[in-house]
């Protein structure tokens, strides 16, 4: 029977999901050279159908494919990207933090000439669920975060590598539209990190999804590296400039700070919906239904309902699955309080 989608407060996820135990083991093994082509492709399928039957377990109405298939939420690009050289990590001991990971520089022009794996991701997932699809991707500042300048001879700085990069992920995005891609989620956690003006980053969007005809969403968040923030957790400074992004929904944090600046909705009355974050990734304390419906109601205070959408602050990948499935579960729980207190 086919799904149908809730009129009021429809659940979805931001993007990733927990990386199960054995999934880890089959990374080492695959960096070891033990699995053959036909073994990886096995166990990516597995995963995603995983985080596919989790989601539908808890209800959430609009799913992903739980980004399985990427590895750090943005590392995983980097093996499309040619004109990259790679660089050793900048720290190599101690807690795995922001300084952590692989590095690139530039050596030409960026390309990637096969794509960046999304509609190869969608078509799976499409074939595999009978619920509504939000298809997620990193939007070009963040994709260059992990790209060193270390000269200016091919780029002059990182605004010019943005809009390299923002060429190819909007070819990207009108690829996966004509696959029949219809909801697309641009992730920019980058705008409350790298410094800038926010009608440069909001530019820049515009640019990333110019020509794309699907419903579009921005997330915006403030990093989630082992459950850490990297940028000063505020929105405020970015609006009204914010509002200015050609999208049809902003997805923000709030469970984690305590639902703070949801005002700010209110204060500028944006012709936007709103994917309110209302459980808090960060933390291992499983709300209950009742603490999500407490958000909503709070919420619904300055969101009309109309334009109201639930779903976590960010992300399920720093999780583990037993923790994330619960919380999932239990955020829809609180979204059918509220609905039968709204009579939806």
Not at 229 to 250: H, I, N, T, V
């Amino acid at each position: 029977m086919p799904y149908t989608m809730p009129r009021l407060l429809p659940t979805s996820v931001v993007g990733s999901y927990a990386t199960p135990s054995w999934l880890y083991s089959a990374l080492e093994d695959m960096r070891q050279g033990k699995y053959g082509p036909t073994d990886i492709q096995e166990t990516f399928d597995d995963a995603v159908n995983m985080a596919i039957r989790d989601q539908e377990w808890a209800g959430v109405d609009v799913i992903t494919d739980g980004e399985m298939r990427r590895w750090m939420f943005v590392q995983g690009f980097y093996r499309y990207f040619q004109g990259l050289e790679q660089e050793e990590p900048l720290r190599k001991m101690g807690v795995y933090g922001y300084d952590s990971p692989v590095r690139y520089h530039l050596v030409e022009p960026i390309t990637a000439p096969d794509g960046l794996g999304v509609v190869e991701e969608f078509r799976y997932l499409q074939a595999h669920t009978e619920r509504p699809i939000k298809v997620t991707c990193a939007g070009p500042l963040t994709l260059g975060i992990h790209i060193r300048l270390k000269d200016t001879r091919v780029y002059k700085d990182r605004l010019e590598l943005s809009y390299a990069l923002a060429c190819i992920v909007n070819r990207e995005l009108k690829r996966v539209v004509a696959a029949g891609a219809q909801f697309i989620q641009i992730d920019e956690p980058s705008y409350a990190i790298i410094p800038g003006d926010v009608k440069q980053w909001i530019d820049l969007f515009n640019s990333t999804v110019e020509g794309v005809e699907a419903k579009i969403a921005l997330h915006i968040c403030f990093g989630n590296l082992a459950s850490r923030p990297r940028g000063k957790r505020s929105y405020r400074w970015m609006f009204p400039a914010l509002l200015e992004a050609k999208c049809d929904q902003l997805v923000l944090e709030f469970a984690n700070r305590e639902l703070a600046e949801i005002e700010l909705w209110q204060e500028f009355s944006p012709d936007k919906e709103l994917g309110a974050g209302l459980v808090d990734i960060k933390s291992f304390y499983v709300e209950t239904p009742e603490d999500i419906a407490e958000r909503i109601r709070h919420v619904l205070r300055y969101v009309p309902p109309e334009k109201l959408w639930i779903n976590p602050d960010c992300g399920f990948f720093q999780l583990p699955r037993w923790l994330s499935a619960l919380k999932l579960k239990n955020m829809v729980a609180g979204v059918q309080i509220v609905r039968r207190e709204l009579g939806a």
